[in-house]
């Protein structure tokens, strides 16, 4: 039987007068979004889920960049490091209309180090040859403050790689320190109705540092692209049970972009069949905790190990999926992963960015409600991703404005 800590009896824990306890207090002052439904609508019959769909669909109605979309202005879109694998791998995908559909002229703003540029105009050569119709112009830069200026869309690729011998914390300071001077710059330069993809890892960390130095962007539009997890979970049962990928439904990763990711498939369903009854009852606890979990944990190190270098061309399909999903809207109700700013749901401390299964619909997301309470090991899981959360957030605590 799991030890679980329910988030009341957590925060409780924490109350002593250790230094740690300073360090938690200030996620208080942490950047969270407001309860979207009314805070007194009840939980039953579906009708707090109709509150929140209603509000949702509210709030894109003057959604300046849905209005764009809808009238086929050019969206500028910026992204960092697209000389790099991931970014590389992205951009002729990007301008060939895979992002915003066929017909979405893009002004492309493409960032580099100043040591990049050189690397960055063979890319904008390439992207010349390729005589993309949609490509209105094609911004090259090593400024933040031309890079930013305006765009629409954000897709934050570019981060430092872990070094040989480098400690974890070593790496999300430094990238944090990366992470605050593009929040500042969005802040400064970008749309206010901005949305923002972070990628680089580690992204959810990442994405809050953003999030909480660009205060005039709406904190709901950062995000940190949790998918690639996701469709790595799908992928696994979909090669399992030999049923094609958009056949598989209802699959969540929780938490963070890491190996305590907690990928969930408690309510999964191939081709309308509860994937519980597939594997059967008696096995399902040892599978989802020794099988399944693991081998989606595991994978992006399997991949490192087999080709020496980590995952480029999933991660860049991975992060256009989620930006197409998120702007344009998802195929039916289909459950998808996505990095968000915790408002406090399902116990999670509000400021933190957590991978919750959404719903995305023109524009923005809802974040699911499963139709029964966790269970003691899904709550072991959510607490193994909180407390991982809470440390990274401690150690870039003073990059937080507060």
Same mark, same amino acid.
């Given at each position: ?98 992002? !915003? ?126 998918? !690639? ?48 009854? !597939? ?124």
């Amino acid at each position: 039987m799991f030890r679980t800590i329910t988030g009341l009896a957590r925060r409780q824990a924490t109350k002593t007068s250790t230094p740690a306890r300073q360090l938690r207090h200030f996620a208080a002052a942490l950047r969270a979004p407001s309860d979207s439904s009314q805070p007194f609508t009840p939980d039953f019959f579906g009708m707090k889920d109709q509150a929140k769909r209603k509000a949702t669909l509210s709030k894109v109605a003057t959604d300046p960049l849905m209005a764009k979309l809808a009238k086929k202005e050019p969206i500028r879109v910026a992204i960092t490091g697209p000389a790099g694998a991931i970014g590389y791998a992205m951009l002729f995908r990007l301008l060939n209309g895979e992002l !915003l559909g066929p017909d979405q002229p893009i002004i492309l703003h493409a960032i580099e180090l100043p040591q990049a540029m050189e690397a960055l105009k063979g890319v904008q050569m390439e992207v010349e040859d390729c005589a993309f119709p949609l490509l209105k112009e094609f911004i090259a830069t090593d400024s933040l403050e031309k890079g930013f200026d305006g765009v629409d869309i954000a897709l934050l690729v570019g981060s430092k790689p872990r070094g040989p011998g480098m400690e974890r914390s070593a790496l999300i300071m430094d990238n944090g320190v990366i992470f605050q001077k593009i929040g500042q710059a969005l802040d400064q330069f970008a749309s206010k109705d901005c949305r923002v993809t972070v990628v680089g890892n580690p992204c959810n960390t990442n994405c809050m540092i953003a999030a909480n130095n660009a205060p005039s962007l709406k904190i709901e539009n950062f995000t940190a692209m949790t998918r !690639l997890d996701h469709d790595r979970l799908v992928s696994v049962i979909s090669q399992q049970t030999m049923i094609p990928a958009n056949e598989i439904n209802k699959v969540a990763v929780w938490g963070n972009h890491s190996a305590t990711m907690f990928p969930d498939i408690a309510h999964s369903t191939v081709h309308g069949t509860p994937y519980r009854e !597939l594997i059967g009852t008696w096995r399902w606890s040892r599978y989802i905790q020794h099988e399944m979990t693991p081998k989606v944990q595991q994978r992006g190190a399997e991949i490192i190990k087999a080709r020496g270098a980590s995952s480029a061309a999933s991660a860049a399909n991975a992060a256009m999926a989620h930006t197409r999903d998120w702007c344009l809207g998802t195929n039916g109700l289909d459950w998808l992963s996505m990095g968000i700013v915790s408002g406090g749901e399902y116990n999670v401390p509000p400021g933190l960015v957590f991978s919750y299964p959404v719903h995305c619909v023109n524009g923005a997301y809802e974040i699911i409600t499963p139709p029964c309470p966790m269970g003691a090991y899904e709550q072991y899981m959510m607490e193994q991703n909180i407390e991982e959360l809470e440390k990274e957030r401690d150690i870039v605590a003073s990059l937080l404005p507060n």
